[in-house]
DNA sequence: CGGTCCCTTGAAAACGTTCAAATATAGTGG
DNA sequence: CCACTATATTTGAACGTTTTCAAGGGACCG
């Protein structure tokens, strides 16, 4: 099974009622610019429940076609490339209600890998579908438009000269308060991915994270149990993450 | 002056010629596309050409409403940010033919300032009525999402883990091949920026930028001569940048 | 001609990496 | 249920790259 893959649409949920897919993360993407229930419906048909994929299994990889983006149901996800000594560069992480493939628009293919770091179901959306539909009703040009550049200047926030600290508690933040987003708590979480990931993804050496992490919990700023992480205080993260944190 | 200031549509060179700004670096993303002489048309009227800006004037700054993105038409162009000690963070760099302001569209302002080089001349492009026209026009659509997309992979581009050199290689490199990309000599051109900012693009001290060139330089790679840049064998400089440059 | 900013160079220090090894955990098959 | 293996994590010590600090030289501009 991929994303790339052509599946007939076989929808989970088309049955009498409207409610356009409620569990799927891009119609709260969509809901809040005031579409009516054609639009909605049109967008229903493009729309498909793809998954699950388990642990390690992969949704796409570097040079799949590419012909559709997805959003996150449930678990979580990791892209990546690999470079030629076979090292990886982990490029994200995907909670529920965030789309993966975007930076794929511009190619022919997928540019980089897609794994499932847990058991993770998907909302498959054909784009040359979803940007024929974007001809025709401005917002979902506009959600596109502004899902893209949100995504440059996410791309550009670890791009910084920032330490190790700075780094890791930015990312604990941001991991919090996209749990927060989706109604989970802020406060206690749990890290889906290998320090290795985390490592590849601030580039960091799992060492140093496993350090940082430590240096933190000493210092009373969380506490770590395994993937278990519980934010004991944000504000002093904060402060510690500020300068990435800015924007 | 500056871009988010509304001004009236004195366009500069409306006369009876339907050559679509010729100048105009947009035209050369769209043209491709197969746009007919109406399309062109349409595009023409909400092109403004402004400028010049000197050497140091700002083009936009942070927190200027965002209502146009940019093409450069001649010049160069820094975009930063600058963090709450006053440590620029510089984002990147835009030479002839190169758009400013896509990463400001997931906002209401300008993420970051934009500052002018050297003497740099611009069209602006009115980003709601783009965007109007992308609704009408697929292929303006599709160039919009293209570039947005290309703008997410060039920023995961410097947020590797690489050695000073390898970034500076591939800084280099990339410079020559947009150079050539718009008829310049891919072999000498010049750096229209300081060595500060080099390195705060490249997450790197002046005093590494000077002494990464200077290594080059002793090694054959390139000659240097204040800001005047020759490559002196690519292919050793490719083979510095290649874990970089791979993509 | 003086001043300012940019660039270069050297030496010391810091941060993160690398290497090495111990510990812990989960998954597998007996 | 337990032993066993592979994988993930933690920790320590030495090393290396880049930064920091300091100072000198050079170009451009008034």
Tied chains: 1, 2.
Excluded: W
Aim: charge should be neutral; glycine fraction near 6%; aromatic fraction near 8%.
């Amino acid at each position: 099974m991929s994303l790339s893959l052509q599946r007939k649409p076989a929808l989970a949920d088309d049955g009498d009622e409207l409610t356009f897919c409620s569990t799927c993360a891009f119609s709260k993407v969509c809901l809040p610019h005031g579409f009516d229930k054609a639009q909605l419906r049109d967008l229903h048909v493009l729309v498909e429940h793809i998954g699950p994929f388990h642990a390690g299994e992969h949704i796409f990889r570097e040079g799949d076609p590419f012909n559709a983006i997805a959003a996150v149901r449930s678990g979580s996800v990791k892209t990546y490339v690999v470079d030629s000594v076979g090292r990886e560069q982990v490029q994200g992480f995907f909670l529920p209600g965030e789309l993966i493939g975007l930076n794929a628009i511009s190619h022919e293919a997928y540019p980089c890998d897609a794994v499932a770091l847990e058991t993770v179901l998907l909302c498959r959306f054909s784009f040359p579908m979803l940007a024929a539909l974007a001809t025709q009703i401005s917002g979902v040009q506009a959600a596109l438009f502004r899902l893209l550049s949100e995504d440059i200047n996410k791309a550009a926030l670890l791009a910084g000269n920032f330490s190790a600290a700075e780094r890791m508690a930015a990312f604990l933040l941001t991991l919090a308060k996209r749990h927060q987003a989706r109604g989970y708590s802020a406060h206690r979480f749990q890290l889906t991915m290998a320090r290795t990931d985390i490592g590849n993804y601030l580039r960091l050496t799992p060492e140093t994270v496993s350090r940082v992490l430590r240096r933190f919990q000493d210092q009373g700023l969380v506490r770590i149990e395994r993937r278990d992480v519980t934010l004991l205080d944000r504000d002093r993260l904060h402060t510690v993450a500020r300068e990435i944190l800015r924007a």
